[in-house]
């Protein structure tokens, strides 16, 4: 019976000696912030970490997806432009290679959507990530303060494997070409 309690008590005490998850994440975002704090122009410091839970990724947030529709967004504005042109200009001369140059222009518009339509359908997410949200900080080195909402992405094995930021208002994942490790 003793030899029962011990065990228990041996147990108990190294399982309450390890870190939890969100002790690892923690341990690891405030790694990867003196990172960038030694190779950046900015420094960056954390005001506030968020809870850690299941992350939810679609393809709509994929760096890939966000290159897309930047693409798309400038051909469609650059093209409206043209018929504008054109249009102003059908009677006078003669517009025949500017619209063709047009036509495919958006060709190549309708080719980019079938692509993201494409991706996205093919786009699986590993559903056992989790992701840690992170309030930031950042004092440029002109002395400009500004405050950024972010979140770092962990597989199963607590390795940090991404980051979740905004770039023009839309939220982007990037996966990290090195795995950060507490």
């Known amino acids: 019976m003793k030899l029962q309690y011990f065990f228990f008590s041996l147990i108990f005490l190294i399982s309450a000696c390890q870190k939890s998850n969100e002790e690892v994440a923690k341990e690891i975002i ?5 990172e ?3 190779h950046g122009e900015n420094n960056v410091e954390v005001i506030e970490f968020g809870k850690l839970t299941n992350a939810h990724i679609s393809y709509e947030m994929t760096y890939s997806a966000f290159i897309l529709r930047k693409q798309i967004k400038e051909i469609v504005e650059t093209s409206k432009e043209e018929i504008d042109f054109l249009n102003k200009w059908k ?11 047009t036509e495919e222009k958006l060709k190549k518009v309708k080719i980019l959507n079938d692509s993201l ?3 996205k359908k093919r786009f699986i997410f590993d559903t056992t990530r989790l992701e840690m949200p992170v309030k930031f ?3 440029g080195k002109n002395g400009s303060k500004k405050i ?4 770092f992405i962990f597989n199963k094995e607590m390795q940090c494997v991404g980051t979740l930021g905004y770039q023009d208002g839309e939220p982007v994942y990037q996966e ?7």
């Open 117 to 119: 339509e494409h991706e």
């Open 91 to 101: 009677g006078i001369v003669d517009v025949g290679t500017y619209s063709k140059k």
């Open 148 to 151: 950024e909402n972010g979140s």
């Open 176 to 182: 990290l070409s090195k795995i950060l490790t507490p």
């Open 137 to 139: 900080r950042i004092t």
């Open 30 to 34: 405030k790694k990867a912030t003196n």
């Open 36 to 38: 960038m704090n030694r």
